[in-house]
């Protein structure tokens, strides 16, 4: 027989190991069954048990074809939806039954048995799509991330599948304006206290809320409606149930054998050192990204990945390096136009370069820097913000040296952190100015933009793993005038090319007022080939009648946000006229304009390089006529 690719996969160069490994659905000699393949090296003996052979371990014996631990059966009784085991013979002299590592269905919430399914069946409607897609780098990105189980709910607190949660969720990410939505891990998990960051099955989307067919339904609704899917994946570790990878064939067949074992969080660490494990975990991107045709891939603990233990002091692990240069080459090869994503809070350099410029090769980087400084700074008295004045200028130094994500996670929002409203100084009315200011200087920002589910609403818990987001918020006018603004400001974002084309270009961005500590107050402008928006934010309770602000180009700015309009919940002291410049400018620019700044106010100033038709004034001056709550 030929097994080349079982010699790829043992030098770490099988991106498409599922084709070959687990459980598929096959016709031998007139005979429909499924063909079943393993990895075990150390294996004393390897035997498939099942519904189809009443578990019996003698009846399902497996070859062993390879010296290296490949082994087959073909069994033709076997039929989708039946339950199976591999029973392994370890070297350490124990029997256990283990879960297919590489199975396409398992038992719902960490029950132990893979389950049979035809994965060819699995058909995605989304041409069109798939046709226009790329990475995005000069698009405007607003991910909305989602966890399944706890963003909405049925009236009897019942979950929704895949399927039917799509039907709610795509109105309101289209009402919104969000162009991605990002899930929480779906890889089949054990613990739900976990939100599937442990994981068991890394080709198995998981039971919870259906099978691979009901995914594909979800993913296939969302292209239609031309929204991006971007799935949180885990390479760093897996959960240590004794049915899953762990000690797999009695030896340390995807773990470390040493100190490294171990993750901080009890779990098992993939060694990424071994070529199998390469293989093994680059299939499942490519798995995702040739059968779900999900659009983007965002890493977890990229410093864990990058240095041992995620602890710098104990140096780079280039073993695991070199693994995620090579799986991102290989994503970048066979899956066109999908985004790989870092979640990396370390300093290593160069997470966004290409190979040639001893870069990891992925294309985003979620700046935690950045939120970790905005958030302390948002925080703060006011009184004493003068003396941290760097925490907001501080991004734009290094801004240019990755291509940046900007985050406010589900792990901002979790832990006893409180929710990001909750993290605003001051009492209710300053909590809620402030909020408004925050997403305003979010959006102004150069780069992608993320919020975690429930941040539109300004609510005031954290976020719980076992209840849905509080929708029920907006029935108060400040919660509701929050969920308005993050409606405008995706809005904003994607219809003025200004606040995304060419935001990697340090051209595009100039500093109008970085130093103004004494004030709080901060300006700058973007700009692209038509269109010059001017960022005005105040960062203290005091009230500007007449501010004059430098801009960089003579004639008129009309004013398309400013966060104290009353139907955000401020108290309306916004400039209701288009702004003309006048020839005498400040800092450091030929002209200025005089504002009201409002309390805490951030303002967007647009001034059109072409002929702008005067009857075209943003949808935002419009009033809103409801509160976009997703039906049931």
Not at 239 to 248: I, M, P, Q, W
Request: glycine share 8%.
């Amino acid at each position: 027989m030929d097994t080349t690719f079982f010699d790829n996969y043992l030098h770490g160069h099988l991106p498409d190991a599922y084709k070959y490994f687990g459980a598929h659905k096959v016709n031998r000699n007139g005979k429909e069954g499924f063909f079943f393949r393993v990895y075990a090296p150390m294996a004393k003996s390897v035997s498939l048990i099942g519904d189809f052979n009443n578990w019996d371990a003698l009846k399902g014996r497996m070859s062993k074809v390879h010296y290296l631990g490949l082994y087959e059966i073909f069994v033709p009784q076997a039929k989708v939806g039946q339950k199976y085991k591999f029973h392994i013979e370890g070297c350490d002299g124990f029997f256990k039954d283990k879960m297919d590592p590489f199975a396409f269905m398992d038992e719902n919430n960490g029950q132990s048995c893979s389950i049979l399914f035809d994965i060819d069946s699995v058909q995605i409607n989304d041409e069109e799509f798939l046709k226009k897609r790329d990475r995005n780098f000069d698009k405007p990105v607003s991910i909305y991330e989602f966890h399944f189980g706890t963003w909405k709910r049925r009236e009897d607190g019942s979950q929704y599948s895949y399927s039917e949660i799509a039907d709610v969720l795509i109105p309101y990410l289209k009402e919104m304006g969000f162009t991605h939505v990002e899930f929480l891990p779906i890889l089949a998990y054990p613990n739900d206290k976990s939100w599937g960051y442990q994981a068991l099955g890394f080709f198995s989307v998981d039971s919870r809320w259906g099978n691979p067919n009901d995914f594909a339904t979800f993913v296939e609704k969302l292209h239609q409606a031309n929204i991006g899917i971007i799935m949180d994946f885990v390479p760093v570790h897996f959960a240590v149930d004794s049915f899953g990878l762990e000690k797999f064939d009695g030896s340390c067949v995807y773990e470390y054998s040493n100190e490294h074992e171990f993750t901080e969080w009890g779990t098992k660490s993939f060694d990424l050192g071994k070529d199998t494990v390469r293989s093994f975990l680059t299939s499942a991107i490519i798995y995702f990204g040739k059968v779900f045709h999900l659009d983007g891939f965002r890493f977890d603990a990229v410093s864990n990945i990058i240095y041992w233990d995620g602890d710098s002091s104990k140096g780079v692990n280039t073993g695991a390096v070199e693994f995620i240069k090579r799986l991102n080459g290989y994503a970048h090869a066979l899956l066109p136009g999908v985004m790989m994503i870092a979640e990396d809070s370390s300093a290593y350099g160069h997470v966004t370069k290409g190979m040639f410029q001893e870069g990891l090769g992925f294309d985003y980087k979620w700046d935690l820097g950045w939120m970790n400084d905005t958030l302390k700074y948002y925080s703060k008295d006011p009184v004493y913000k003068k003396y941290c004045h760097n925490q907001i200028t501080f991004s734009m130094a290094y801004f240019y040296s990755e291509n940046f994500v900007l985050p406010f996670s589900h792990d901002e929002v979790v832990h006893m952190k409180g929710s990001v409203l909750n993290k605003m100084w001051g009492n209710y009315d300053n909590k809620f100015a402030l909020v408004r200011n925050l997403y305003a200087y979010q959006f102004a920002h150069p780069g992608k933009k993320l919020n975690f589910m429930g941040n539109e609403l300004a609510t005031f818990d954290e976020w719980k793993e076992f209840e849905p987001i509080a929708f029920n918020v907006l029935d108060y006018p400040k919660h509701s005038g929050v969920q308005l603004l993050f409606k405008d400001l995706n809005h904003l974002y994607s219809s003025h090319p200004a606040m995304y084309e060419k935001e990697y270009d340090p051209s595009k961005f100039s500093w109008i007022m970085a130093d103004n500590a004494g004030q709080s107050v901060y300006a700058f402008y973007r700009e692209s080939d038509s269109e010059c928006i001017v960022f005005i934010f105040n960062m203290t309770p005091n009230f500007y009648w007449d501010y004059d602000i430098g801009v960089p180009y003579e004639g008129i700015y009309d004013e398309i946000l400013n966060t104290d309009n009353g139907k955000y919940g401020g108290w309306n002291q916004f400039n209701k006229e288009p702004l003309k410049t006048s020839g005498a400018g400040c800092h450091n620019q030929k002209y200025k304009v005089t504002v009201k700044l409002p309390s805490f106010g951030g303002i967007y100033l647009c001034h059109k390089k072409v002929n702008l038709n005067r009857d075209e004034l943003p949808y935002l001056a419009k009033e809103p006529d409801k509160l976009y709550i997703p039906k049931v």
